[in-house]
Nanobody
Framework: QLQLVESGGGLVQPGGSLRLSCAAS????????IGWFRQVSGKEREAVSC????????NYVDSVKGRFTTSRDNAKNMVFLEMNNVKPEDTAVYYC????????????????WGQGTQVTVSS
């Protein structure tokens, strides 16, 4: 059964760090581009970052550039989102998604989605 599972969310103070993980079963993440998205209740899901399947090229939205880093561990079939210097506006449910298209920042490019993990940035 194909499944993506996010973990690592929680409550963090502004300026702090979190590491989100995306673990897969029934799918080899290495062969997919992986996107990270986030959604605040009542708002549209927005892209955060992506990492390509073949060469590990990454792309980030401007609001997280220099603060967030996405990476892969193909041996563990996992993808990570390292979040540093977090801000209250980073509060959202974070999702990982897998797609066969090159690294993109459009939700429609992705075929498989996890259930999300809540990140709350607050003092």
């Amino acid at each position: 059964q194909l499944q993506l599972v996010e973990s690592g969310g929680g409550l963090v103070q502004p300026g702090g760090s979190l590491r989100l993980s995306c673990a897969a079963s029934g799918i080899t993440l290495e062969t997919y581009a992986i996107g990270w998205f986030r959604q605040v209740s009542g708002k549209e899901r927005e892209a955060v970052s992506c990492i390509s399947s073949s060469d590990g090229i990454t792309n980030y939205v401007d609001s997280v550039k220099g603060r967030f880093t996405t990476s892969r561990d193909n041996a563990k079939n996992m993808v990570f989102l390292e979040m540093n210097n977090v801000k209250p506006e980073d509060t959202a449910v974070y999702y990982c998604a897998a797609g066969v298209v090159p690294c993109g920042l459009v939700a429609g490019d992705y075929d498989y989605w996890g259930q999300g993990t809540q990140v709350t940035v607050s003092s």
